[in-house]
């Protein structure tokens, strides 16, 4: 890949809440494919997860800020200025928003499994490499998708990745390393007033600068992850 152009992995979610496995993986990944730096797109709203017991876009926003700290990971909420509700409809909008820089999708295996019922799916996967990441209890689901059937035919290394001549799409990577069990599930289950940690102003966000506020209250209903 040419590195006239700095390479960004995204990572796609809810983060209710953001937790150490977010941070984990997006290090790892960062780490194994050479990135230098990673995106947490935090979903206004997730058509593929129910509302109920979602936290306010803001409070998901706040604790995604905090456990990106002194990591260079950036926490944005772009898709509310893009307009966009869907995963492929966010990508492409990306790109042609950044055009000098080069980006790849982080997924876990959790998403791969379902990769199939996301909108558009093939073409996601023609936007940008897709990184997927281990994930504990998803593999043997993953590898058994109908995603996985048609993608397996592009596997590349990580460094197969670094070392190509020029930046293509589709492309697998495959990332394995010791999993992480923390699920935000969990955290809310002990936690079910969690959000209420991170009150405050409106953020700011780490990609576009803009103030960051609760499409709840300004009518703003969208978001990706489908």
Do not use: C
């Not at 999993?179 to 935000?184: I, L």
């Amino acid at each position: 890949m040419s590195r006239n152009y700095p390479v960004t992995g995204l990572l796609g979610g809810s983060f209710n809440p953001a937790h150490q496995a977010h941070r984990r993986i997006s290090l790892f990944a960062a780490s194994a494919l050479s990135l230098d730096e990673v995106w947490w797109l935090v979903s206004p709203g997730n058509p593929l997860k129910p509302k109920a017991g979602m936290a306010s876009l803001a409070a998901r926003f706040r604790s995604a800020q905090a456990m990106a700290r002194r990591a260079p990971i950036k926490v944005t909420a772009i898709e509310r200025q893009l307009g966009t509700r869907y995963t492929v409809d966010t990508l492409r909008a990306i790109k042609a928003r950044y055009p000098r820089r080069r980006f790849v999708w982080l997924m876990g295996a959790d998403n791969l499994a379902q990769f199939h019922l996301w909108k558009d799916w093939r073409q996601i996967a023609r936007e940008m490499p897709i990184a997927v990441i281990a994930r504990p209890g998803y593999d043997d689901a993953a590898l058994a998708s109908p995603a996985m059937a048609w993608l397996r035919r592009y596997r590349l290394s990580a460094a197969g990745l670094q070392n190509r001549g020029e930046w293509s799409a589709p492309a697998l990577i495959e990332l394995r390393f010791d999993p992480d069990p923390r699920s935000a599930t969990a955290i809310r289950r002990a936690d079910p007033d969690w959000a209420s940690h991170f009150t405050g102003p409106p953020p700011r966000d780490g990609v576009t600068h803009s103030i960051v506020r609760d499409p709840a209250i300004h009518g703003l209903a969208r978001g990706s992850g489908a």
